[in-house]
């Protein structure tokens, strides 16, 4: 096993170029997609590996419950530098399941928060809260979820970017964006090098979803006029848990690209080019690091078995 049990958990830095050309060059969905895929993957593997590492560290711990076995110098020997590593990926495992749990206990909290505010509304997909604050999200749900807004955002556009508003927000309900939200959080949490790829998703989703507004609609003028001027007045969705219209972040970046022609949906990029490049870096490294943990997955566990007498 040796020092690749370690690897899984530097490798995401192989993603980190792939998280910002990929916002720029491919296509939202596709861009969504992969940046989703690779952070899910490179963070159960560096989640695995602190896992195997602090089966090391917790088996020379007096009073341990684990098999004597688990102690021996064998199984000290598959991971290098056993005691500090071992010790050290205890309070880390600890973290990273803690700082999971909360993001997920206050995900269900916003969630309920959010349904139980709209009780005594009409059970129509759009809910028009009278709220002095213009602000506007997507509500899933178990159903096709809802579209919330408050009547001082409605107040501020015009029909036509209205009608955009709630194609927006239609196209994140539709696409589910609210679980590669999810997923991409959790990531970050479990490895905080996926960082950048949370970020990077948090755009994406937002303008796959005004990408999808603009067919809507059919035009890509009052969608990007619709989010400028929801993003002048708007604070934004109420919580990051929602993809809001008018989300905090490079607004300008959005409006720009909707001014522009529509992103070509081409299904893998060129070896040849730089985002090509990139793609193909973070690909090799999701295949190495969830090769790594695998490996030393196997090997841990013939470790142990061979230690722990029957």
């Not at 989640?47 to 090391?56: E, F």
């Not at 495992?93 to 997920?104: D, E, M």
């Not at 964006?177 to 479990?190: G, K, P, S, Y």
């Amino acid at each position: 096993m040796g020092v690749f049990v370690f690897l899984p958990l530097v490798l995401p830095l192989t993603a980190w170029p792939i998280a910002r050309l990929a916002e720029q060059h491919l296509h939202p969905r596709a861009a969504t997609r992969l940046l989703t895929v690779v952070a899910a993957v490179m963070a159960v593997c560096s989640t695995v590996c602190l896992g195997l590492v602090m089966v090391v560290g917790t088996a020379q711990l007096p009073g341990n419950p684990l098999p004597d076995g688990w102690s021996d110098a064998e199984v000290r020997e598959a991971v290098p530098y056993d005691e500090v590593a071992g010790r050290a990926a205890i309070p880390a495992l600890v973290a990273v399941v803690v700082a999971c749990g909360r993001l997920l206990w206050r995900h269900g909290r916003v969630r309920h928060r959010a349904h139980r505010a709209l009780t005594g509304l009409p059970g129509t997909r759009v809910a028009v809260l009278p709220d002095a604050l213009p602000y506007a999200y997507a509500l899933p749900g178990s159903g096709p979820g809802r579209v919330v807004v408050t009547t001082a955002l409605l107040g501020c556009l015009e029909p036509a970017e209205r009608r955009a508003l709630f194609a927006h927000e239609r196209a994140h309900l539709a696409a589910r964006h609210h679980r590669f939200l999810l997923t991409v959080r959790l990531a970050a949490r479990a490895n905080p090098f996926l960082w950048p790829l949370r970020t990077a998703v948090s755009y994406t989703t937002e303008r796959w979803a005004d990408e999808d507004a603009a067919h809507a609609v059919g035009d890509r003028r009052t969608v990007a006029r619709a989010i400028g001027k929801a993003a002048l007045v708007s604070h934004g969705a109420p919580a990051p848990t929602f993809a809001g219209f008018a989300a905090p972040g490079p607004v300008p970046r959005r409006v720009a690209a909707l001014l522009g022609p529509a992103p070509a949906a081409r299904r893998w990029p060129s070896a040849f080019t730089s985002v090509g490049l990139a793609t193909w870096g973070a690909a090799a490294g999701t295949a190495a690091s969830a090769m790594s943990s695998a490996n030393s997955a196997v090997t841990m566990i013939v470790i142990l078995h061979a230690a722990t007498p029957l």
